[in-house]
């Protein structure tokens, strides 16, 4: 069964520093795009940054210059170094991947990791 699963949130002061991995596994011929979410409580999910099989990047405003979304295709995981971090980065982050199997093309989710960052 093809999954996502995040790792590496938790609580960090501001200013501070987090790196979160998302592991693909399963029957996974080839993964395309892959993104970070996050969802902050009571707003809409947003896109935080891109990363194209390629390796090309694009990241939201709020968070260029201070994150960096990264890949290991061989290993089939994406990563999110996330620094100065602030009170507004607080979110579950989520991790989404345009994957392509012997029988479907789509984009699968994972599970999220909580990221809280205190003042």
């Known amino acids: 069964q093809l999954q996502l699963v995040e790792s590496g949130g938790g609580l960090v002061q501001a200013g501070g520093s987090l790196r979160l991995v998302c592991s693909a596994s399963g029957s996974i011929f080839r993964i395309n795009a892959m993104r970070w979410y996050r969802q902050a409580p009571g707003k809409q999910r947003e896109l935080v940054a891109t990363?194209?099989?390629?390796?090309?990047?694009n990241y939201a405003d709020s968070v260029k210059a201070r994150f960096t979304i990264s890949r290991d295709s061989a290993k089939n995981t994406l990563y999110l170094q996330m620094n100065s971090l602030k009170p507004e980065d607080t979110a579950v982050y989520y991790c989404n991947a345009d994957v392509i199997t012997s029988l479907t093309i789509r984009d699968y989710w994972g599970q999220g990791t909580q990221v809280t960052v205190s003042s």
């Open positions: 990363i194209t099989s390629g390796g090309t990047t």
